[in-house]
């Protein structure tokens, strides 16, 4: 994402489209899956490492006009993608 | 080669691995092989993802069975490794830790090594007696009168690997719950034929293979974590999170986990464990007593033959024939093509606690797919041996 815009919270910005840090494969999946059982459809991504600096990284992709939702789905299922 | 191309096989080694395995976990193993391949969470292509998608199936499939979360699903390479992860995360420094009098070696070497090297030590709590039945009571009396001032875990079998007997564990976790101890349970023999619930039976770190009773390839071991545990690592590498990093990290599973996993037996672990709950545990389990006290019943009627524990019906049974090494046995039942494992079977506690120290036995490993006429003709060849 050469555009990506990092919000400080593990949350960048692409034009539409907007990247949450998870962490680890497992984190991202465990994501994906919270979120497909609320019927918010998200992609598993790698999150490049000039966005995160870390290296591999992966996280979830979705349309930003979901955030709120997403947000709110991964908290009430006892998800944190704060990464460490 | 084919084993059944020379002769008929009869296999009763399922306590050491099952045979055969399902055929949907063969043909997973092999479209897995053929047709992506990849190593999950080391990149993101299609082959990576699709990979990492098995890899996740896999861990929900063992959370839902045993009660656990699927990021505290951790894959190792077998039982013996995942129990050295959980003895020397929790014990690597310093402290006291009790097991019981039946364990594997794969428990009691890893803990006598550390105690060896003076960093803990350690106590054997009776929890099979071979003179008198024990009660649940007697077991938490023990226990309790072994306890010290820093002993912070207890680990233990669920179900023994040379007979039938197992542990309360529910007792004994709720027991360690109370006095806030770490309990590791080893569920090498009882994955797949016993109920087993992480919340309920209190457990903190669970270890299992995925090829015994969960019917799945060899090559893959599974440590389930109490959700909150966190254990000092094994063994560092490249874990796919974080490269610049020169950490391990702390999430779970990947915390646990350098280095490849094995892919194609995950995914078979996905289908066993699919061909085990399809069964049902509690079917399973009911097989295995009914083949068992079919071959108390024969065993007990040949002269010169002994049963050991005869009073824990299970999945699996110790014999010896009276002037008879077990080896010797062993040798002439896999002449006529029956699979069992004679000797000591890496268990010198649990032997000593049978009275099967200087002798070791003959052991029959019951698996899903024995059948009644499996036990007729082991006992009919036993009973040839003893009328040699």
Known sequence: MNTSQGTGYGLYRSGALCRLSAGSMTAAMKSQRALARNAIKVNVVKISSSEEGRGCIYGIEFPCVYSGNVRTTLESAGIRLSHP | ?388
Request: hydrophobic letters at 40%.
């Open chain 2, 1 to 388: 080669m084919n084993a059944s191309q020379d002769q008929r096989i009869i296999y009763f080694d399922n306590a050491a691995t099952t045979f055969p395995k399902p055929q949907s976990v063969i043909a997973a193993t092999i479209n897995c092989m053929e047709s992506y391949c990849g190593n999950a969470g080391r990149g993101s292509h299609l082959l990576a993802m699709r990979s990492a998608e098995e890899v996740y199936n896999a861990r929900e499939a063992v959370a839902s069975l045993f009660g656990g979360e699927p990021d505290n699903v951790i894959f190792t390479l077998n039982t013996t490794y995942a129990l050295n992860m959980a003895i020397k995360g929790v014990m690597g420094r310093t402290g006291h830790i009790l097991i019981s009098n039946m364990e594997h070696n794969s428990m009691l070497r890893p803990i006598a090594r550390l105690a060896n090297d003076k960093k803990i030590y350690y106590d054997i709590f009776t929890a099979y007696s071979n003179r008198k039945r024990l009660t649940v009571k007697d077991i938490l009396s023990d226990i309790t009168s072994r306890l010290r001032h820093d002993t912070r875990a207890i680990a233990c079998i669920h179900s023994s690997n040379i007979c039938s007997h197992s542990l309360p564990i529910r007792e004994i976790g709720q027991f360690c719950r109370r006095h806030g101890l770490i309990f590791i349970v080893d569920a090498a023999q009882s994955a797949g034929h016993l109920p087993i619930d992480m919340e309920k039976d209190c457990i903190d770190i669970l270890c299992m293979p995925a090829h015994k009773g969960l019917y799945s390839p060899q090559g893959l071991g599974i440590m389930l974590l109490r959700r909150g545990l966190r254990l000092d690592t094994l063994v560092e590498g490249g874990n796919g999170v974080r490269s610049l990093d020169i950490s391990m990290g702390d999430s779970a599973p990947e915390r646990y986990e350098g280095g490849t996993l094995c892919l194609p037996a995950i995914v078979g672990l996905s289908k066993g464990i699919e061909f085990v709950r399809q069964i049902g545990i509690d079917r399973i389990c009911a097989h295995e007593k009914h083949l068992w006290q079919l071959a108390l019943e024969r065993l007990d009627s040949i002269r010169r033959v002994k049963v050991y524990d005869a009073e824990d019906a299970g999945g699996v049974m110790l014999f010896n024939i009276d002037g008879i090494s077990p080896d010797k046995v062993g040798e002439l039942l896999s002449s006529k093509g029956f699979c069992l494992r004679t000797g000591f079977h890496c268990s010198a506690l649990a032997h000593r606690s049978l009275g099967t120290e200087k002798t070791g036995g003959v052991r029959i490993g019951f698996g899903i797919f024995n059948t009644e006429n499996d036990v007729e003709s082991l006992c009919t060849a036993v009973k040839d041996i003893v009328n040699i």
